[in-house]
């Protein structure tokens, strides 16, 4: 049952959560007791505050209690933003992380630790021991970003805008041919 109830609420929750001007990360719905449990992730490109969190979540209640024919019982509603420990899975994921560490697992190869440039929709420039690389997410295992508790080396930051300078400059002049 909270599978089939998941995938009827998931357009509704998903249409609030875009209304309020964040991203649906995941969704899940479970029995606890007489209630259902409605988890809510929501992210966005600048990451997501208390104040929104809270925000969104009166959005989601109210759109939960507009359509409370299709739950038909008590809920209680958990709206969250991701956790740092949240694996890297989409492009956008990757676009989040920009200038951060990230311990990056690849499918063959060892693992490494890189900060994030530039990410595209199949792949990220990640600055490793002062080169920059391509990481295609296709190719990735296991990425998390890496908690770091001082400022990034200015000179790394450098070379990332730069080469992401570089790449749109490229980008644009390959569009306008």
């Avoid at 208390?50 to 038909?72: I, W």
């Amino acid at each position: 049952m909270p599978g089939e109830l998941a995938s009827r609420l998931q357009p509704i929750v998903a249409e609030a959560v875009t209304a309020a001007g964040f991203d649906l990360d995941s969704f899940e719905v479970q029995q606890a007791g007489r209630r259902q449990l409605v988890k809510v992730v929501v992210d966005a490109d600048d990451g997501v505050g208390l104040d929104e969190v809270a925000e969104v979540s009166r959005k989601v209640s109210a759109a939960l209690d507009e359509n409370d024919h299709v739950l038909a019982s008590a809920y209680t509603l958990e709206v969250t933003s991701p956790g740092l420990d949240r694996p890297l899975t989409q492009a956008r994921h990757w676009r989040r992380a920009r200038f951060r560490l990230v311990k990056v697992t690849p499918a063959d190869g060892a693992a490494f630790i890189g900060r994030v440039g530039h990410a595209g929709e199949s792949a990220a420039r990640v600055l490793e021991g002062g080169k920059i690389r391509d990481v295609r997410y296709a190719d990735v295992a296991k990425a998390v970003v890496e908690i770091e508790f001082k400022q990034p080396p200015a000179e790394d930051l450098k070379l990332l805008e730069d080469d992401a300078s570089g790449l749109i400059a490229a980008e644009t002049e390959k569009g306008s041919k």
